[in-house]
């Protein structure tokens, strides 16, 4: 069986090892795989592992001996999945990998914008605004105690509610915009309207799929209900963000930070209106990359490569079955 990685630098840049799959066929590793050479490297290939290399329905078509992709990653957007189906090729992604690492970089951008560690520490080391300073202590920035804030979280699944539990034990009130029932929802999280969502919280964090209903999720209307100088941080998907109207409330005073992992379009475009607004926590799409993540994701990967070989495929997001 021939097996082709498309793209694996992002999960294993050197540091961990293909052997487990490799031992599976013939495999070949490409670090990164631009658009017209995907049919070229997958043409005979029977099984395709890729994180972010799209198979449109024209692709497929051209590859008939194609009978597996693996998405390297939870969202599988990436492929068309419907005609991926009508040619019997199944299509599997790796679901609750990231859950502790993404939750984490949750608050390491909100702990950023309420704390200040880095602009401090540049401060001290490089400034010398301590040395200088006549008393024993010196701030520049507001600090904020997030003890007794509103934590505001748009889509409780498995991301959602480790951050739900996180915030309860510093000490924020919880409160969600979901579809779940209240009896649904972790101890402690509330399940609010709409209404009271926008109007009420201090912080807001986003953890919601992709879909028709929450692209621009974030925009002029519900950024004017949010109080003035409230934060968001999204660590979900750019879209989800009307980046433009974001970067307004900024400059505006409106939203006093806004943290983000994911962009609209990535890499970032130099001209995206975030990278000029004031206020802002940016980190590359990393939160999923810890080792540890990727361990996890590599490990479940071996599986659905080696559960499809078996006859009896796992995590399948396709309808070819």
Known sequence: MKIVVLDGYALNPGDLSW??????????????????????????????????????A??????????????MATGYNIIDVEAASRQGIVVTNIPAYSTA?????????LMSITNRVEHYTQQITQEGKWTKNPDFCYWDTPLVELDQK??????????????????????????????????????GIKKVDEDEFWHSCDVFTL????????????????LSKMKHGAIVINTSRGPVVD??????????????AFGADVLSTEPATVDNPLLHAPNIYLTPHIAWA?????????????????????????NVVSNSL
């Open 19 to 56: 052997d487990v799959i490799g031992g599976m066929g013939e495999m070949t590793v490409y670090e990164r795989t631009p658009a017209d050479k995907i049919i070229e490297r997958c043409g005979d290939a029977e099984v395709v592992l890729t994180n972010k290399v799209p198979f449109s």
């Open 58 to 71: 024209a692709t497929l078509q051209q590859l008939p001996h194609l009978k597996f992709i693996g998405v």
């Open 101 to 109: 690492s993404v939750a984490q970089t949750v608050f390491a951008l």
């Open 150 to 187: 509103r934590l505001g979280i748009v889509g409780v699944g498995g991301i959602g509610s480790r951050v739900a539990q996180i915030a309860l034990a510093i000490g924020m009130e919880v409160v969600a915009l979901t579809s779940k029932t209240q009896e649904a929802l972790l101890q």
């Open 207 to 222: 953890h919601c799929p992709l879909t028709p209903s929450t692209q621009h999720l974030i925009n002029i209307t519900s």
């Open 243 to 256: 980046e433009q109207a974001v970067a307004d409330a900024l400059k505006s005073g409106q939203l006093a």
């Open 290 to 314: 810890t080792r540890e993540a990727r361990l996890r994701l590599l490990a479940i990967l071996e599986e659905n490569v080696r559960a499809f070989i078996a006859g009896h495929p796992q």
